[in-house]
């Protein structure tokens, strides 16, 4: 006989509750006919009836606060789990999540030979905006610049948060100047303000982008080369991506572009 797929596994709530119905109606159907024997006259007797009903309520309530306990510990583990991959304050992928993921991503196209892309996101800035307006201030900003990255990307293209005001993405797998387009797509995305407690907020990118095997061959590698051209995108005058070639040099890319709202 095949074994229960995981869908269909017994939850431990029910098992309790069906050995507890099963011993309890065992051992109240022995006392009763051991008190039919003893007491043969019945005014003392429990009918098995009774004592199945009994039984019964007693295994569904057993059932029920068991149910209510397990929920409660499958939710704890789903928030465990959320924690241990997510940053808590934008729920993007954390930095090791990230990394992780950017490692089974550079297996996989060193298998099939093809190309991957990463996007090192930083915004322009943001140190003045913490000093001006706070840092809970500085934390809305983060949540919305989250929120409209996820809205820029493709469904495949995976998104993280190192730490700061620093987003990378990986683009996979990446066919031609697939992380460039994106990079393009970002910096117009971000020319429309973002809107924070009913109000708009401005701010700009600098991006670089790195390419595997073009510019490294580990994960690690390739975001120190994304994150060294975002710096050499800065350093050209900002809002703007740099694309990383061979041999650690870059290549500036300036964009004019216009809020499409």
Known sequence: MDSPTRGQRIS??????????????????????????LFPDGLTKITISNTLSFVAATALL???????????????EARLRQDAIHDPLTNLLNRRAFISHLEAAVERVRRTGSRLGVAFVDLDGFKAVNDEFGHAFGDKVLQAVAQRLRATLRTADIAGRLGGDEFVVVVEPDKGDSAETLAARLLEAFRCPLEIGGQGYSLTLSIGVSHFPDNATEAEQLVRAADMAMYTAKAAGRNGFAIAEPGAT????????????
Do not use: M, Q, Y
């Open 12 to 37: 431990f709530s029910t098992k309790v509750a069906a050995g507890f119905l099963v011993f309890s109606g065992a051992w109240f159907g022995l006392s009763d006919h051991l008190t039919s024997i």
């Open 62 to 76: 057993l059932k029920l606060v068991l149910l209510a306990e397990e929920r409660r510990r499958i939710g704890w």
């Open 250 to 261: 870059v290549n500036r890319r300036p964009l004019n572009l216009t809020c499409g709202r």
